[in-house]
């Protein structure tokens, strides 16, 4: 039997293969509107320092809502499943994969937390968000931002954190996506995006497709970093074919295939009940891409 | 609050020198010339110069380990821990004057020669660059005394006499007779010259009488190299000396351009400046992770790099103006210090060039971690160091040190005084202190912004640090404009012109070359503050070329 770190982490993740009907929005599809929000200022890059799943607490929870439907207990919409309340009072958030944490941490991934950490300081989970055109921290009408991944191996501070203000390779293996922003309120920003991660836990590397998703961050207005949250669809079963593939415990192969459908949340393209949400709360640090890493950085051309 | 416990009569003292600390201001003792026409003068003529005595100078660790992989062609371990090299006003290079070597020090030099000598006769490559000859047999005393006598002109510098060869050769063959193996009496002979005063010391003693001796051609020859490469003549440097023609202009130029030229220099410049900014101390210098994120064990070394890496472009690849030094913007960094700075690394491997921004507030020398990590403590900044460090290395000028009875403390921060302006106003506004602090202070808060090991901060305590202040009258309002202000500093020029002299003599200078200083000084200006052309003026100076009489 295998550990129940390394089966449940990417179970909670979602793996799979990217879903051609979801493909990852490339960075070369911007159009010529996002040119003109990244034309003209500087860019600002930040990378996940720390990065755990969004608890559901009493019905409150991180996370953006998704399908635009607030859908109370015992609803039939939303495919059934109750959404929840964030911290700040919106309704409809969707994280049904919430409901799950719980369960796994009693069952067999009480690590999982814990693995998600050290594959960002391994610089196995290196997620960036670079804040093309940026002026104002506090306030631009009109930004790109492009998330992506990062690889290498990073330097740890003292505290054993990734250090601030370091620099990273870009992970040419992951296509990144980006999109256009605001930020508003003092420093708050709204990235709708799929959000491709590539995930190495253990010695199980694996792409996760987050569709449908939405990225907030809240930026700190000295710069010193940002924290926020990453929201967003898994289909069920690209991500249980991905499971069956790794070899995993029949038993616990079993009780996946038996859980995740059942908290499926969101609708596919087909209309069909097929994806659950799932919530990522994140703390994040500035960052860079080396000057010279062979690969293009994005521009505004 | 400090206590006070001088006496009245050493607080008087205390106060006094403290007044008149900037005495030996070398900026007071201008050229001749140095009133302001509107073109440019002629440069005086080289002032007379009245040198101090010479003195004998043992080898530093380094100019050792340099002088046997330049001999040898090969880069040597060399395992034993010499007795420490001795510092005098902050120049290893004066303080090799002023060493003895204990009983157990020759031991130690005589353990370190049985393992170069065991390494060189072990490697093709050192072998052979000193043995050519075949020996026909365990006591081959020629064959032994030619590869000595080879080995030992490089290593001391100098023709070895036929009777110096005889006896090497002779010791050898004795050796080897005994043991059966010529190896073994190779071996002996080159313990022997390791061991030899004439490799371990510098011995510069001229001829002639007066106050004014030249140095032989070899003694000039080994000034001249351990100037510019930190380490032993060439074969060609030698036969310049060995002709006669180095006590000549033309060539001593000629000899000082192509060695400046030649990779060794980077070498040579390295150690210079490794010593006028005690940089060689980076590596061991230890700092509180608790207090520190980013310390880390790779941080001093890569310091230290950076701001040689900086020097060495600057003076050897560009022969630019030495005082771009205090301001560029252009920064050596590999990915830990582009962290620390919080700019973009150019490479994830080794060293890259990057542009600091301005809005990082961070240039030039003053914003290098090197100076920002050593000029502090080991958990938090220090005003007082950073801004000693600045006086006394940057623009010469002298501080005395605190009494030894002073409680140097001061108070912990608390929301009455957070940051540390606040803090050392106790030093600022006690006359005990002022004297003295009210030199270094004000010019070390100015780098308040950087934290203990360099990393930018706005606050302290969550107070907004105020990096403003003043030097000597002109005001600068934060560590970026702080920078221009000591690179327009006029002592610039005299004092980098004297480092440089103590470092190429070895030894404090005296009065009756002040005025040589100050001419020195003046072709560092004329020359656009070429460092190169500050080094081949040093070299062709009378100071330089001569010794004083014998004490």
């Given at each position: 039997m295998g550990r129940p770190g390394r089966l449940l982490a990417p179970l909670a993740l979602g793996?799979?293969?990217?879903?051609e009907q979801n493909s990852v929005k490339q960075?070369?599809?911007?159009?010529e509107a996002l040119e003109v929000c990244a034309a003209g200022g500087p860019t600002t890059t930040y990378v996940i320092q720390q990065l755990r799943f969004a608890r559901n607490e009493g019905g409150v929870s991180?996370?953006?809502?998704?399908?635009?439907e607030v859908t109370p207990t015992?609803?039939?919409?939303?495919?059934?499943k109750p959404d929840l309340t964030d911290p700040?009072?919106?309704?409809?958030?969707?994280?049904?994969?919430a409901g799950l944490l719980p369960a796994i941490e009693q069952t067999e991934g009480a690590a999982i937390s814990a693995l998600l950490q050290d594959s960002i300081r391994a610089g196995e989970l290196l997620l960036t968000f670079e804040l093309l055109g940026l002026d104002d921290l506090e306030n631009d009408a009109c930004i790109d931002v492009q998330f992506g991944n990062a690889s290498g191996s990073p330097l740890l501070g003292t505290d054993g954190e990734l250090l601030a203000g370091q620099s990273y390779l870009r992970d040419p293996s992951v296509a990144p996506s980006r999109a256009e922003a605001v930020v508003v309120e003092g420093g708050r920003l709204i990235f709708r995006a799929d959000f491709g991660i590539k995930l190495q836990i253990l010695t199980a590397e694996l792409d996760l497709l987050v569709t449908q998703g939405e990225a907030r961050l809240d930026l700190a207005p000295d710069g010193s970093g940002a924290t926020g949250h990453i929201t967003g669809a898994v289909h069920i079963q690209t991500m249980l074919d991905e499971i069956d593939k790794h070899g995993i415990d029949q038993g616990l192969k079993d009780l996946i295939h038996t859980v995740l459908p059942a908290i499926a949340d969101l609708k596919g393209p087909e209309g069909t009940c097929d994806h659950f949400s799932l919530a990522f709360e994140f703390d994040a640090v500035p960052a860079f891409y080396y000057l010279d890493d062979g690969l293009d950085a994005p521009t505004a051309d | 609050m400090l206590r006070r416990l001088l006496p009245a009569p050493r607080i008087a003292l205390l106060l006094a020198i403290g007044l008149t600390?900037?005495?030996?201001?070398?900026?007071?003792?201008?050229?001749?010339?140095?009133?302001?026409?509107g073109e440019p003068s002629a440069r005086p003529p080289v002032p007379e110069v009245a040198p101090g005595a010479p003195a004998l100078r043992r080898l530093t660790r380094t100019q050792y380990e340099n002088a046997l992989e330049d001999t040898f062609l090969v880069d040597l371990y060399v395992p034993t821990a010499f007795e420490p090299d001795n510092e005098v006003e902050g120049l290893l290079s004066v303080g090799a004057s002023t060493t003895s070597v204990s009983a157990y020090g020759v031991e130690l030099y005589e353990q370190s020669a049985q393992t170069v000598a065991d390494q060189v006769l072990a490697d093709l490559t050192a072998r052979t660059s000193f043995l050519s000859c075949t020996p026909?047999?365990?006591?081959d005393a020629a064959c032994a005394g030619e590869a000595l006598g080879l080995a030992a002109r490089k290593l001391w510098r100098r023709p070895v006499t036929e009777d110096e060869q005889a006896r090497l050769g002779a010791l050898a063959a004795a050796v080897g007779a005994e043991s059966g193996d010529f190896d073994e009496g190779l071996r002996t002979g080159l313990v022997a010259i390791l061991q030899s005063p004439h490799f371990l010391y510098r011995i510069?003693?001229?001829?002639?009488?007066?106050?004014l001796r030249p140095l032989s051609p070899y003694e000039l020859a080994s000034r001249l190299s351990f100037l510019l490469w930190n380490s032993i003549p060439d074969e060609a440097l030698l036969a310049k000396a060995a002709d006669g023609s180095l006590a000549e202009d033309e060539v001593l130029e000629a000899e000082a351009r192509r060695m400046l030229d030649d990779a060794r220099a980077r070498r040579g410049l390295r150690n210079l400046f490794d010593e006028v900014f005690h940089l060689y101390t980076l590596p061991t210098l230890s700092k509180d992770p608790l207090a520190f994120a980013?310390?880390?064990?790779?941080l001093g070394p890569s310091a230290r790099e950076e701001t040689l890496l900086g020097i060495e472009r600057l003076?050897?690849?560009?022969?630019?103006?030495?005082?771009?030094?205090?301001?560029?913007?252009?920064a050596f960094v590999d990915r830990r210090l582009a962290a620390l700075y919080n700019v973009a690394a150019a490479t994830p491997d080794g060293f890259g060039e990057v542009i600091l921004p301005e809005a990082g507030g961070r240039r030039g020398l003053f914003g290098q971690a090197s100076f920002l990590m050593l000029q502090a403590h080991a958990n938090s900044t220090s005003a007082t160091r950073r801004g000693k460090f600045v006086r006394t290395?940057?623009?010469?000028q002298e501080i005395p040190a605190p009494p030894?009875?002073?409680?140097?403390s001061i108070p912990e921060a608390d929301a009455?005084?957070?940051?540390l302006r606040e803090r050392l106003e106790t030093h600022l506004s006690d006359p005990y202190c002022a004297s003295c602090h009210r030199l270094t202070d004000p010019i070390g808060l100015g780098f308040e912004?950087?934290?203990?090991?360099?990393k930018w901060r706005p606050t302290e305590n969550d107070a907004v640090i105020d990096p403003s202040g003043d030097l000597d009258g002109t005001s600068f309002t934060n560590a970026w404009d702080l920078a221009q202000v000591i690179s327009d500093n006029p002592n610039i020029e005299p004092c980098f012109a004297r480092h440089v002299y103590r470092y190429g003599t070895g030894r404090l200078n005296v009065d009756g070359e002040d005025e040589l200083l100050a001419w020195l000084a003046d072709g560092f200006t004329r020359s656009g503050h070429s460092f190169r052309e500050l080094l081949v003026d040093t070299v062709l100076s009378p100071g330089f070329r001569n010794v004083g009489e014998m004490q």
């Open positions: 793996l799979g293969c990217a879903q960075a070369e599809d911007s159009g991180w996370g953006s809502d998704l399908d635009g015992g609803s039939t919409g939303g495919c059934g700040e009072g919106r309704p409809g958030i969707d994280n049904a994969f | 600390a900037c005495g030996d201001d070398p900026a007071k003792k201008p050229p001749a010339d140095a009133e302001d026409s026909s047999g365990a006591s510069e003693n001229g001829a002639g009488e007066g106050g980013n310390a880390s064990p790779e003076v050897l690849d560009e022969d630019g103006d030495f005082k771009d030094l205090f301001t560029t913007q252009r290395t940057v623009l010469c030894a009875n002073v409680d140097t009455e005084s957070p940051t912004n950087f934290d203990g090991i360099g």
